[in-house]
């Protein structure tokens, strides 16, 4: 059922908000130990929650635009009064005293809040398998990483365990996980949405954004988290756009770009190529004239990213010292003692990865040569899209250069790993919306994701672009059964 459908059935009664909450609440309590895409279990918040919808319909009143949403929450995002762990024995026991704005907005309009979902430890992967709490597990082959960061979310969508997620994307973790998991997802204008209560990563790149299954979905949940928000001031005050009465609109005369740089690059496999193109052509056929275009820095994404990212992360993560909040480890003889026995302790290998090179790229004998020149080529690769964008309306690549990968694939290899975001990283550093949706299936039967970036604030280009294929290609109908999947 979408969103639209839903409130259609909850406002004519043929359906109570209890019945649908009590309904995932079964699925999850059914599926839940196959996958581990949440952390944390909210049911009894939620059948409350539900309550008070039905009695606002019974009393006439008119209904919230997501009243009764069933929704998942990343758990790096703060919720008030429940545990919010980022995934990490640091936050292990925190219990924020205050909601984020996103979460707010979604709870004053109507929606339910089912659970806190798994990611990697402070969203730092492309797995989840970095998580303290062990890894989510693709619903689709659970031999196979869900992608991630935002692992838990995308796994919970896709098999049917919350009708749509939040979560977060400083490098590509709402884009890659969608791709891996055969759901939509969606990375917003960096300031369209506010950051106030996301857990901090890379605060220059971090955005939080909406899963679903579909765009309409996803649209819905982001008219309600859009918009300026006095608690961050990076938040933009542009004025937010309907963005559902913009997916109906044809996409015939559309300009669509395709960047060389991501069809030659060695790792992209053959089948997603493929896939990703017929997609392409797909839309030539509903009128949209394809473009090829040159990003000739976008390969350069990574490693800027690689500099920039870890470097605003060390410093973020310089809160968790054990005395403010966090662990405290138990054994210490100095203060300096303590907060490094706490940290060694609480983080895991990858945080402590980054917070190394981000310590080591600011050092003062380094940020010229490493921090400062990142900042450079992120400049020249947010030129690369204002040249583009000057002849294109929206630009189309593969989300990732591959489908999901096994478990345990990279567990050697960090630079392996850092690839998977190739395609997505570039988005984040130039500060543009992108979606990724389902385009096709490989021949193992897992799902390939389309990626759309579109200019500053055209969030509703790529909507409407990404809504016109969903219902015209209707992808859904060639899905192959996975092992979870509804
Ligand atoms: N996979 C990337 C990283 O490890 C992106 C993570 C993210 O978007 N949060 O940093």
């Known amino acids: 059922m979408s969103i639209a459908q839903l409130r259609k059935s909850l406002e004519i009664g043929d359906i109570s908000s209890l019945e649908i909450v009590e309904d995932y609440i079964n699925r999850i309590d059914q599926v839940d130990k196959h996958l581990h895409s949440y952390l944390n279990l909210t049911f009894e918040r939620a059948r409350s929650d539900a309550k008070k919808i039905d009695n606002l319909r019974l009393e006439g009143k008119k209904l919230p635009p997501l009243a009764g949403?069933?929704?998942a929450i990343k758990d790096n995002l703060c919720t008030k009064n429940i545990?919010?762990?980022?995934?990490?024995?640091?936050?292990?026991?925190?219990?924020?005293?205050?909601?984020?704005?996103?979460?707010?907005?979604?709870?004053?309009a109507g929606a339910i809040l089912l659970g806190k979902t798994?990611?990697?430890?402070?969203?730092?992967?492309?797995?989840?398998?970095?998580?303290?709490?062990?890894?989510?597990?693709?619903?689709?082959?659970?031999?196979?990483?869900?992608?991630?960061?935002?692992?838990?979310?995308?796994?919970?969508?896709?098999?049917?365990?919350c009708m749509a997620a939040l979560g977060s994307d400083t490098g590509g973790s709402i884009r890659q996980p969608a791709s891996f998991c055969g759901v939509v997802g969606l990375k917003p204008t960096y300031g369209r949405v506010s950051r106030w209560g996301l857990i901090a990563f890379a605060s220059s790149l971090d955005q939080v954004g909406p899963f679903g299954?579909?765009?309409?979905?996803?649209a819905e949940i982001l008219q309600v988290i859009s918009g300026n928000d006095p608690l961050d001031s990076t938040c933009l005050n542009n004025p937010v756009p309907n963005?559902?009465?913009?997916?109906?609109?044809?996409?015939?005369?559309?300009?669509?770009?395709?960047?060389?740089?991501?069809?030659?690059?060695?790792?992209?496999?053959?089948?997603?190529?493929?896939?990703?193109?017929?997609?392409?052509?797909?839309?030539?056929?509903?009128?949209?004239?394809?473009i090829d275009i040159e990003c000739p820095c976008f390969n350069d994404g990574i490693a800027t990213y690689y500099v920039i990212a870890p470097s605003e992360a060390s410093a973020n993560l310089a809160r968790y010292d054990g005395v403010k909040y966090g662990y405290r480890s138990g054994e210490y003889s100095s203060l300096s003692d303590m907060m490094s026995r706490s940290r060694s302790e609480a983080f895991g290998k990858e945080v402590k990865r980054r917070i190394l090179i981000g310590t080591y790229a600011l050092s003062a004998g380094y940020v010229d040569a490493y921090y400062k020149k990142a900042q450079k080529v992120r400049t020249l690769i947010r030129r690369d899209f204002d040249n583009a964008f000057k002849?294109?309306?929206?630009?189309?690549?593969?989300?990732?250069?591959?489908?999901?990968?096994?478990?345990?694939?990279?567990?050697n290899d960090p630079l392996a790993m850092y690839l998977s975001d190739l395609l997505t990283i570039p988005a984040n550093l130039a500060g543009l919306p992108a979606i990724s949706l389902p385009c096709g299936f490989d021949s193992s039967g897992l799902p390939i994701g389309l990626q759309l970036i579109g200019n500053v604030l055209e969030e509703s280009a790529i909507l409407q672009v990404a809504h016109q294929y969903e219902q015209s290609a209707e992808v859904s109908k060639k899905r192959p059964k996975g092992q979870f999947i509804q």
């Not at 545990?83 to 004053?108: D, G, I």
């Not at 790792?267 to 030539?284: C, F, I, P, R, T």
């Not at 002849?391 to 990732?400: A, Q, Y």
């Open 213 to 218: 299954n579909s765009v309409s979905d996803v």
């Open 391 to 411: 002849s294109v309306d929206v630009l189309l690549t593969p989300t990732s250069p591959t489908t999901a990968f096994k478990l345990g694939a990279h567990d």
């Open 243 to 290: 963005y559902s009465e913009q997916l109906s609109k044809p996409i015939a005369g559309m300009r669509i770009g395709l960047i060389s740089q991501c069809f030659n690059q060695p790792g992209l496999s053959d089948e997603v190529k493929h896939s990703v193109m017929q997609a392409a052509d797909h839309l030539a056929s509903l009128g949209a004239e394809l």
């Open 69 to 71: 949403v069933p929704i």
């Open 118 to 161: 798994n990611l990697d430890e402070f969203a730092m992967g492309s797995s989840t398998e970095t998580s303290a709490f062990g890894t989510t597990f693709n619903p689709w082959d659970i031999s196979r990483v869900p992608g991630g960061s935002s692992g838990g979310s995308a796994a919970a969508v896709s098999s049917g365990l």
């Open 83 to 108: 545990t919010t762990t980022c995934s990490s024995k640091m936050l292990q026991n925190f219990v924020p005293p205050y909601e984020s704005t996103v979460t707010h907005r979604l709870w004053k």
